[in-house]
C-alpha cells in the first residue's frame, strides 16, 4: 500500500471496512477518500420534452395567481403594474396579496406556509423519455425513464419529471442548472465539506469495498481560480448522523453500492436542512486522474425539498422559482413512495449528479 493511499485512512472507513471483509488487519485494506465538490439534481433536459413548452416565467404566474384568486382582468392588470412599479406602497401590498394568496375557511393565509390552500396552478411536469437516475423498484413502467447513456429502462427520477419543466431547474450532465448552480455556489464555501471514503483490498482493481459517507469538521478549500483543491486533510466530523457505512464494488472503473440502505447527511436550509435517501443507490466513474464523477439517489422525502424552496419565500419564488405552492403540487402528484395512510406518498424518487475530488480523511481529533 503506498504512502499516499495509507494516508487517506478514515478510523471510521477502516473499521467498517475491517467487518465488512473479516481483515485481520488494516495493512489488508487500501482506502482513498474524497469531498464532494458538485451536487445538484440529475437533470436531462432536451427540446421538446415539456409539451407546449417550460412554464412560464415568474411574471405570467403571478398573473395567473391573481387571476385564481378571482380578481378581474382589470385588477390583474393594475396589482402587476404596481408589483413591478415605483410606488413602494402599492408594491408591498401587491408583493403581500401574492405571499399572502392561500385561503382557509375563506381568509388569507400564506401560501408557503400554507400551500394546500393554494389554488394548484396546474404546472407541467416533464413528458420526455429520457433521465439519468437508477431502477429503484426493479420494474419498468409507464412513469418510469430510460437512461440516455445505457438506454436501461426504469430509471426512476421522478423529482426530475416534478421540476424538469421549470427554466431554473433544467440542464444536462455537462450544462449546470441555474437553480443549483446558485444554491451550491451559495453554499459550498460555508457548509462542511460532504466526504466519501472507499476501502478494499486493491483499489485499483474490480471487487469488494466499501464505500462510508461523513460530514467533515472543516468547509472546503479552494484555490486561486475557485476549484476545490485536492490532497487537502479533512478530519471527520465524529457526529454519527451523517455517518453511514455501504457495501459497495469497483466494477470496469466504476464505484458502485450493491446494498442500498438509508443516508442522512446534513446540509443547509438553502437547499434542505438535511439530505436523506432510503433504497440509496451511487455509481460512480473513476476518472483519470482519481477524481468521481456520478450519481446518488433513492427515495427522498418531497417535505425536505419543499421546505426548502419555502422558506425562501416570496425572494426565492421571484427571483429563481416561478410557483412554489406549484412545485408542492408537482412533487405531490408526482411522489412515488412510502405512502401514508391516506396513500398519499412522502417520498419521492430523486437522483442528484456529484463530482468529486481525492483527499485525505483523519479522525476529528487527530491534529492537522
Same mark, same amino acid.
Given at each position: 500500500m503506498s504512502i499516499q493511499h495509507a494516508a487517506r485512512l478514515s478510523g471510521f472507513a477502516l473499521a467498517a471496512a475491517i467487518t465488512a471483509f473479516g481483515a485481520t488487519s488494516a495493512q489488508a485494506l487500501e482506502t482513498k477518500s474524497y469531498a464532494i465538490e458538485w451536487f445538484s439534481l440529475g437533470s436531462y433536459s432536451q427540446d421538446g420534452d415539456c409539451i407546449g413548452g417550460v412554464n412560464p416565467p415568474t411574471r405570467d404566474q403571478y398573473t395567473k395567481s391573481f387571476e385564481l384568486l378571482g380578481y378581474t382582468p382589470q385588477e390583474v392588470k393594475k396589482l402587476m403594474d404596481d408589483y413591478a412599479g415605483e410606488d413602494d406602497l402599492a408594491a408591498a401590498n401587491a408583493r403581500n396579496t401574492l405571499r399572502m394568496r392561500g385561503r382557509i375557511n375563506g381568509e388569507p393565509?400564506?401560501? #408557503?406556509?400554507? =400551500?394546500?390552500?393554494? +389554488?394548484? =396552478? %396546474? &404546472? !407541467?411536469?416533464?413528458?420526455?423519455?429520457?433521465?439519468?437516475? #437508477?431502477? &429503484? $423498484?426493479? %420494474?419498468?413502467?409507464?412513469?418510469?425513464?430510460?437512461?440516455? @447513456? /445505457? !438506454?436501461? %429502462?426504469?430509471? $426512476?427520477?421522478?423529482?426530475? @419529471?416534478?421540476?424538469?419543466?421549470?427554466?431554473?431547474? @433544467?440542464? +444536462?450532465?455537462?450544462? @449546470? =442548472?441555474? #437553480?443549483? $448552480? #446558485?444554491?451550491?455556489?451559495?453554499? !459550498?464555501? /460555508?457548509i462542511p465539506a460532504w466526504l466519501m471514503t472507499v476501502s478494499g483490498e486493491d483499489l485499483d482493481k474490480d471487487g469488494p469495498v466499501t464505500i462510508t459517507f461523513d460530514r467533515a469538521v472543516e468547509q472546503l478549500v479552494f484555490g486561486p481560480g475557485g476549484d476545490v483543491v485536492a490532497d487537502t486533510t479533512y478530519r471527520a466530523d465524529p457526529d454519527p448522523r451523517s455517518h453511514h457505512v455501504f457495501k459497495g464494488e469497483i466494477k470496469d472503473k466504476h464505484l458502485v453500492i450493491t446494498e442500498h440502505g438509508n443516508l442522512q447527511l446534513l446540509l443547509d436550509t438553502l437547499s434542505f436542512t438535511e439530505f436523506r435517501l432510503s433504497n440509496t443507490h451511487l455509481t460512480m466513474a473513476i476518472e483519470p486522474g482519481g477524481r468521481l464523477n456520478g450519481f446518488i439517489g433513492g427515495y427522498q422525502p418531497w417535505g425536505d425539498i419543499y421546505f426548502g424552496l419555502a422558506q425562501g419565500g416570496l425572494a426565492y419564488e421571484g427571483m429563481i422559482i416561478n410557483d412554489i405552492p406549484g412545485v408542492y403540487y408537482l412533487m405531490k402528484r408526482y411522489a412515488d413512495a412510502q405512502p401514508d395512510k391516506s396513500g398519499q406518498n412522502q417520498a419521492i424518487s430523486a437522483a442528484y449528479h456529484i463530482e468529486a475530488v481525492p483527499v485525505f480523511v483523519v479522525p476529528a481529533d487527530q491534529a492537522q
Open positions: 393565509v400564506n401560501a #408557503f406556509v400554507h =400551500p394546500w390552500a393554494v +389554488t394548484d =396552478p %396546474k &404546472l !407541467k411536469g416533464v413528458s420526455g423519455p429520457f433521465s439519468f437516475g #437508477f431502477n &429503484l $423498484d426493479g %420494474k419498468a413502467g409507464s412513469s418510469s425513464f430510460v437512461e440516455p @447513456r /445505457t !438506454k436501461e %429502462k426504469g430509471i $426512476d427520477n421522478q423529482l426530475f @419529471r416534478a421540476l424538469g419543466c421549470i427554466e431554473q431547474f @433544467r440542464g +444536462t450532465f455537462n450544462f @449546470r =442548472p441555474t #437553480f443549483w $448552480d #446558485f444554491i451550491w455556489g451559495s453554499m !459550498k464555501e /460555508t
